[in-house]
């Protein structure tokens, strides 16, 4: 009988309904390592990627709000394979009247006070070629909407290099799509040039187009560049400046040497003196600027009749606001601005650019390499905090290059955690300082709405709350990861090496996770399912506490979709407490887990999370009381 209970058992086990694996801590499905890109998060031995560098002659006239230039584009191909086309990113043409953007005037996006059009509001733009060329031979090429493709002569072999000549012109908006523009006779001028898109081993050509709400994912490379203006203009930009003695004159020039090396504040344009012909070194016809920058993705620049311009040194760089007489709140933002590259250079990684330079102006908020644009500001704590959060992108993504148009958590979210500590430190003492660490977890109520929250995983148009997907809650996911999880040491450690390991390359969330996993020794895939790929939300409960034979049975459970490690604070009948801190195995087994207190006594009540310190949906369960 015996091969016949083996034949039913063998029926019946087959016939069985099958479990999926719907374990919280089972394991992301994440690429395989390769030779690019290592299975400890680094870049691989054989890792590459596309070196792009930038010669632009350009031409700025505010009689026809006009700017337009030409440049020469090398473009070096590491790829282990041929590329016979070129994608270039061709950004002004979101103002154009045919472009996705405004074809669909889709609605602002709210970002708490301030509003985000993602659109040109109107006005009828566009970038206009005059020649694609490489050689002094015209090339084959497609534009759709904000991309090019260019078709080669014949295809850069691996190793190859070529370049690309382009001419073109554009009108420049007074809103450009909230990242650059005009006010009066200021101008704010960004993804200006036809630029080339990314090339990697992740996707082959990275051609999402620009619609506004995704930003930018670009190539390294050298920029030489020429900007002819107006005499009466002063010029801030991406790099530095090769000719200071045909722009600035002999009182300036010594003024920025003073202020390199200085701890305080100089006036390079004082409030008197801004806008007054003894600024320029002559207040007729043109003059041409010339700038030089490496190891950057990006070149922007911004240029005003009637700039205060102040400068202070450290470290050996010079750091800079320029802002307009009516600016009320700007003579303190250089000291805001130093002790931005201050706090982030010594705690992430050295800031490698010879300058940093803000902008006041209409922008409400934009980066670029060196370069920053920040609005007037309604008070120190919102200045401080736009200035300083525009500066931390000097680290990510303009250090660390993630793909700002798939993963917005890794540049907005970085950058608004990294922001945190900062302000915490710039305002200690004060109570905007003691809170503002709270505000991510104080706005989870009002953005992780069930059903109407997006995971943080969402691509930015797609995202309907990019507020809280791309800015707060992964700055809310990092906090609690850095303090609650896995300790502020081991994190920070572990945070710099990658920071340090993919400056100016190309860094994926493959890369990311693996570099953190092998740098704290803690296996994370729970922690990045329940933040990012999922909407889950955290519900932990005590649901009794009962007398064991060896000391106090604690019962608790997991009710939510989330898990995470838990803080108990116990109190005794007699008066004594004692925290204890659970890791987050303590659910390996299911939702429900018994803590076997160590040590006799009758609990009086216990308390999850008493810091208050995470996202539990329900508090109500929380406590216990005898």
């Known amino acids: 009988m015996a091969p016949v209970v083996v034949v039913l058992a063998a029926a019946l086990q087959a016939s069985a309904p099958q479990v999926q694996d719907s374990s919280p801590f089972r394991p992301l499905d994440l690429p395989s390592p390769t030779a690019y890109r290592a299975a400890d998060g680094r870049p691989g031995p054989q890792y590459w990627q596309q070196r792009v560098d930038y010669t632009i002659e350009a031409t700025l006239d505010p009689e026809r709000q006009l700017l337009e230039g030409r440049e020469a584009i090398r473009y070096v191909n590491h790829s282990p394979q041929p590329l016979a086309f070129l994608w270039v ?48 031979r015209d090339l084959a090429h497609t534009i759709t909407g904000t991309m090019m493709r260019v078709d080669l002569a014949a295809p850069v072999p691996p190793g190859g290099e070529t370049t690309l000549e382009i001419g073109w012109r554009f009108r420049i908006p007074e809103y450009g799509a909230g990242r650059m523009g005009r006010d009066g006779s200021l101008y704010e001028i960004a993804w200006w040039y036809p ?14 187009p620009f619609i506004g709400a995704g930003e930018f994912y670009l190539e390294y490379g050298r920029f030489e560049v020429a900007l002819t203006v107006p005499a009466r203009f002063v010029v801030a930009a991406t790099g530095t400046l090769s000719n200071p003695a045909d722009v600035l004159t002999a009182v300036q020039r010594d003024r920025l040497a003073r202020a390199r090396g200085s701890d305080t504040p100089v006036a390079i344009i004082t409030a008197g003196e ?80 010879p300058h940093a330079t803000t902008i006041e102006g209409p922008i409400a908020g934009m980066e670029y390499p060196m370069l920053t644009f920040v ?24 250090v660390v290059g993630s793909n700002e148009r798939l993963h917005p958590w890794m540049d907005e979210g970085f950058n608004t955690f990294i922001d945190i500590e900062a302000a915490e430190d710039y305002f200690r003492g004060t109570a905007y300082g003691d809170t503002v660490g709270r505000m ?18 969402t691509r930015p148009v797609e995202s309907r709350d990019l507020f809280w997907t791309a800015y707060q809650k992964p700055a809310l996911m990092l906090n609690v990861l850095r303090h609650e999880v896995l300790g502020r040491e081991v994190f920070d450690r572990a945070f710099q090496a990658y920071t340090a390991a993919w400056a100016f390359k190309h860094p994926t969330p493959a890369d990311f996770f693996r570099m953190l996993r092998n740098e704290t020794g803690v296996d994370l895939d729970w922690f990045w399912r329940g933040w990012l790929y999922t909407t889950a939300r955290l519900d ?82 929380n406590g216990w009381s005898r």
């Open 89 to 136: 990113f061709l950004d002004q043409n979101i103002c154009g009247p045919t472009s996705v953007t405004n074809q669909l005037n889709q609605p602002p996006l709210v970002f708490q006070e301030s509003v985000f059009d993602f659109s040109c509001l109107g006005f009828d733009g566009g970038i206009t070629l005059g020649y694609v060329r490489s050689g002094g």
């Open 540 to 621: 932990q409960a005590v649901d009794s506490v009962t007398a064991g034979a060896d000391g106090p049975a604690i019962h608790l459970s997991s009710r939510g979709t989330m898990v995470m490690p838990a803080e108990l604070l116990v109190t005794f009948a007699d008066g004594r407490t004692d925290t204890v801190r659970l890791p987050v195995e303590m659910w390996n087994l299911g939702s429900r887990f018994t803590y076997r207190y160590r040590g006799r006594g009758t609990v009086a009540s216990v308390v999850l999370d008493p810091r208050r310190v995470l996202p539990d949906v329900d508090r109500g369960n």
């Open 375 to 398: 609005p007037p500001g309604t008070s120190r704590e919102d200045l401080y905090w736009v200035l300083m959060h525009e500066f931390g992108h000097e680290w990510y993504p303009m």
């Open 440 to 457: 991510q977890l104080n706005l989870y109520p009002t953005h992780a709405i069930p059903g109407q929250e997006q995971p943080l995983s």
């Open 274 to 353: 801004a806008g007054r012909d003894a600024t320029r070194p002559t207040t007729r016809g043109t003059l041409t600027w010339r700038f030089a920058a490496d190891s950057v993705r990006d070149f922007a620049f911004a240029a005003a009749p009637n700039f205060r311009w102040d400068a202070v040194g450290w470290n050996g760089i010079l750091i800079q606001t320029l802002y307009r007489p009516g600016a009320t709140l700007w003579p303190e933002a250089i000291q805001m601005a130093r002790h931005s590259i201050r706090h982030f250079s010594e705690r992430l990684y050295p800031y490698p650019y």
């Open 195 to 208: 630029r080339l898109a990314v090339f990697d081993d992740v996707r082959g050509w990275n051609n999402d």
